[in-house]
């Protein structure tokens, strides 16, 4: 058994007693009841189960939780798909999401979205020229499967939340 505490969605959980073998998919959807964190292939290679991972220094990455275990989350800060909308209001990336009916069955979208949450943030530290736009989405999204093969309209809604406000995430977005 490991002690577990850690932070999600800006609420603190734990301290609490988990199985050494206890994965974080299981113990997100299993033990909290945040089913949005999904299970796809459980060998890290589909990303459908992706939470965002909030470092010290403000940047933030994705992290698979399917083969990972809960305690390996000890003492972070992390956001799960349940942790986007803000009281009952959407994010841009969520709208776009929907304007481009960017997911079919909905089992990879979590990953994607949380994905695309983190290169927006990016882009707001570290903005991209216009022209190389479709390269950053594409080099983000990379690695996240869809068995549905949306991969276009996900790319499409990425690119209309950065188009929406284009003087925020690019470089010569005021042009
Ligand atoms: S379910 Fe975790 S990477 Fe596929
Ligand atoms: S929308 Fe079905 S797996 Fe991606």
Redesign the pocket.
């Given at each position: 058994m490991t002690t577990l505490a850690l932070t999600i969605n800006g609420r603190a959980y734990g301290p609490i007693e988990v199985r050494d073998d206890l994965t974080m998919n299981d113990f997100l959807r299993e033990y909290l009841g945040m089913t949005g964190t999904k299970y796809g292939c459980g060998a890290a290679q589909c990303l459908?189960c992706a939470v965002i991972v909030d470092r010290p220094d403000g940047t933030s990455h994705t992290n698979p939780t399917c083969i990972v275990p809960a305690s390996s989350f000890n003492g972070k800060t992390i956001r799960t798909i349940e942790g986007h909308a803000k009281n009952g209001e959407l994010t841009i990336l969520q709208k776009t999401f929907i304007e481009h009916f960017a997911?079919?069955?909905?089992?990879?979208?979590p990953g994607f979205l949380n994905e695309g949450q983190v290169l927006l943030e990016r882009l707001e530290k570290t903005p991209v020229a216009h022209a190389d736009l479709d390269t950053t989405i594409g080099e983000a999204l990379d690695g996240h499967l869809?068995?549905?093969t949306?991969y276009v309209k996900y790319h499409e809604a990425v690119r209309a939340a950065v188009l929406a406000e284009p003087t925020r995430f690019l470089k010569d977005g005021a042009q």
């Open positions: 459908s997911f079919q069955c909905g089992y990879c979208t869809c068995r549905c949306g």
